[in-house]
């Protein structure tokens, strides 16, 4: 398969034998869109940060952008290296793994911002996970996002995936439908302006502030793809769940739906605070 782009990189026998599965699966599973390849077919080092609605985004977002001529590491949960041949693959085609709790995540963190310094395009979903919030938006980031961005003066790209969702259904059993073929973009929007924060003291602050301007701008550009007004606010999904548990223990809501109903801005973070918590 022949791929054009002004900074093609060399690939590995694991990464050749991914673009062998995944090229025509992407193809297989949806009609594909893939929209803005010129925004990151960029030389140099490149963060990009990205929603994240499925767990086919990972497949997807790993396509298009080497679709761009580049290599992407993509930061993913360290229990997935553990998965006999899977952590074989993922280790081979240079994903970095990301330890979660107990202050492990620090690891991985450095791990990527030295893959940036060296001149590498890394790849993070700064939900950390499948986003939980009921529309599908965006939700608060985690700080590991703003940290990379002020590491270093390079290009902070926003891509999002829309459509993966209805082919593979988040937290839903059975939730894989292929069939009728469903539409999937995948697009890439404007690098976000990072200016007025840079050459700062790093402090909680401008990390939650950065974090804050990052995601909003994939919301901001999901919203575009989507054709709908965004939300203001990010679902915090741990105030969803303390909401969940007070209800539960106080037996008056079986799920959280009942409780966002009752007290609707009580699971969102606000998109930019006065003050540090």
């Known amino acids: 398969m022949r791929r054009r782009g002004p900074v093609f990189e060399k690939a590995n026998g694991w990464i050749r034998f991914c673009e062998f599965v995944m090229f025509p699966l992407t193809r297989v599973l949806g009609r594909r869109s893939f929209e803005g390849l010129e925004v990151v077919a960029i030389p140099g080092p490149v ?20 679709k761009s001529g580049r290599l992407p590491h993509i930061m993913a949960k360290a229990s997935l290296f553990r998965i006999p041949v899977v952590g074989k693959i993922l280790t ?23 893959m940036l310094h060296d001149g590498h395009m890394v790849l993070i979903y700064p939900d950390g996970t499948v986003t939980r919030d009921p529309d599908q938006w965006p939700m608060k980031p985690r700080p590991g996002v703003a940290a990379m961005a002020l590491s270093g003066d390079f290009p902070v790209i926003p891509v999002v995936h829309w459509g993966t969702q209805e082919v593979y259904v988040p937290y839903v059993k059975g939730g894989f439908h292929p069939l009728p073929r469903k ?23 401008l990390i939650r502030d950065v974090s804050y301007v990052i995601q909003g701008a994939v919301r901001d550009l999901l919203g575009e793809v ?36 009752t007290d609707p801005v009580a699971a969102v973070e606000p998109a930019a605070e006065k003050k540090d918590r």
């Open 47 to 66: 963060l990009v940060v990205a929603n994240h609605i499925s767990q086919l985004d990972p497949v997807y977002t790993a396509v298009y952008l080497r």
């Open 92 to 114: 081979g085609t240079g994903m970095i793994p990301v330890e979660r709790g107990g202050g492990q995540g620090q690891v991985g963190l450095e791990a990527a911002i030295k």
């Open 183 to 205: 539409n999937i973009r995948v697009v890439a929007g404007p690098p976000v302006d990072l200016s007025a924060f840079r050459g700062r003291p790093v402090d909680a602050r």
């Open 226 to 261: 989507r054709g709908e007004t965004p939300p203001v606010e990010f679902y915090d999904q741990k105030k969803a769940d303390r909401l969940r548990a007070r209800a539960e223990a106080a037996g008056t809501a079986a799920n959280i739906e009942t409780v966002v109903a």
